[in-house]
């Protein structure tokens, strides 16, 4: 079996019933300039139980397509957002 990739990022929504949205930072170099610039990835993520809350570092891992756009399930909430 293929390994599957694995991301960790932070829930940027919660709005859908069992899907998160999650953002997924990272640097690149620019060719020309050689300044490394910050892009953002957002993957929808299914959340099985409906835990997840905006601002919660999650761990995602890729799976098979389960609707139009949803390809990662959330495997594990690693830190809770702290709660105003």
């Known amino acids: 079996m293929k390994d599957r990739k694995e991301y960790i990022g932070r829930v940027s929504?919660?709005?859908?019933?069992?899907?998160?949205?999650?953002?997924?930072?990272?640097t690149v170099k620019h060719p020309r300039y050689k300044k490394y610039l910050k892009r953002t990835s957002?993957?929808?993520a299914h959340d099985e139980t409906n835990t997840?809350?905006?601002?919660?570092?999650?761990?995602?891992i890729e799976?098979?397509?389960l609707s139009a756009q949803k390809r990662w399930v959330v495997l594990?909430?690693?830190?809770?957002?702290k709660e105003l």
Not at 13 to 26: E, G, L
Not at 52 to 60: A, P, S
Not at 76 to 81: G, N, T, Y
């Open 42 to 44: 957002h993957l929808k």
């Open 63 to 65: 799976t098979r397509p």
């Open 52 to 60: 997840c809350n905006v601002g919660d570092l999650v761990k995602v």
């Open 13 to 26: 929504s919660n709005k859908m019933m069992k899907t998160v949205v999650v953002a997924i930072d990272r």
């Open 76 to 81: 594990d909430v690693l830190r809770r957002a």
